[in-house]
């Protein structure tokens, strides 16, 4: 038997060890490429061992410095602040779902389970969001479209709250004076930990990764996050290859710019963040995936 379970146990960490090692391939392969010269890629494509390595695409991020920083600020404050509004209004909705003597209780989940299998469409959504709300070119284009909320992650926050907050703790708040919203901030919140970690978790990657919201909502580029940035230089580098018949100095200078490896570089300095912060959230991310979606 216990020849059995270390013949598993080795299995299993084979296989974990094994797809450690494919995830980060592609992560190291982006990194390299920052690191490798712009001429070497174009003639030999990408490679774990370049042939010339060169930090011209950090030297030009270096020069736009000014742009990199601003665009850096935007999405730190987008992630942060799209988070927290995105997490406080989840868990106020999924709480009043996960009382069982709430009166809307069932059409309100109605209409978030709705949410999950349609939407409004594009035209729609964006007539509302430019002619209605007047978000367009505005700080909130980059947090309120989209992102804000999702009924996957209220059906998860209301999942927690029925079966880990037991009602017996509520009923015994309310006999000592405790109103909804004290009972929500003082023993709800405090006691949902690990899905509180893991839906910001979820959030703030959504948020940091966005670049849809920019690219239909936002054309000043005072606003531009890194993702946006990012995809701005592939749209440029597609149009200039589209028209390379066109001459002059302006051509021959941005022919200059080292566009391949300064994407790379981009993406590894947007992935460096969430490489930080996730060990940090893993083992609450996990717990409160398990436990959330455990029907209770």
Not at 34 to 55: C, H, K, M, V
Not at 75 to 88: A, D, N, P
Not at 155 to 160: A, D, E, K, P
């Amino acid at each position: 038997m216990i020849k059995k379970d270390r013949l598993f146990n080795f299995c299993i960490h084979t296989v974990l060890i094994l797809l450690t090692i494919f995830t980060l391939l592609p992560l190291s392969l982006m990194v390299i490429s920052s690191f490798t010269d712009e001429t070497a890629i174009l003639q030999n494509g990408y490679s774990f061992l370049p042939r010339q390595w060169s930090t011209q695409a950090y030297r030009y991020l270096r020069d736009q410095s000014d742009y990199i920083f601003n665009a850096v600020r935007i999405s730190v404050l987008v992630t942060v602040i799209g988070t927290f509004c995105s997490l406080m209004i989840t868990c106020m909705l999924a709480y009043p779902l996960s009382r069982r003597d709430f009166p809307l209780r069932r059409p309100l989940s109605f209409f978030v389970f709705f949410t999950l299998l349609f939407n409004g469409g594009l035209v729609p959504t964006y007539l509302i969001y430019t002619q209605v709300f007047h978000i367009k070119d505005t700080f909130f284009g980059l947090i309120v479209p989209s992102l804000l909320m999702n009924g996957f992650t209220v059906i998860l926050v209301r999942t927690f709250f029925m079966t880990n907050i037991p009602e017996s703790i509520i009923e015994s708040a309310r006999i000592d004076g405790a109103g909804e919203f004290k009972i929500f901030f003082k023993i709800v919140m405090p006691l949902s930990l690990p899905i509180l970690a893991t839906v910001s978790l979820m959030s703030g990657l959504n948020y940091w990764n966005d670049w849809y919201n920019g690219f239909i909502y936002i054309t000043n580029t005072r606003l531009f996050s890194l993702q946006n940035i990012l995809n701005r230089m592939l749209q440029d580098v597609q149009f200039l290859q589209s028209n390379s018949s066109m001459g002059g100095s302006l051509a021959q200078e941005i022919a200059k710019i080292p566009t391949t490896t300064v994407r790379m570089a981009i993406a590894a300095v947007g992935a460096l963040p969430i490489l930080v912060a996730y060990p940090f959230f893993q083992k609450y991310f996990v717990k409160g995936i398990v436990i959330g979606a455990v029907k209770g």
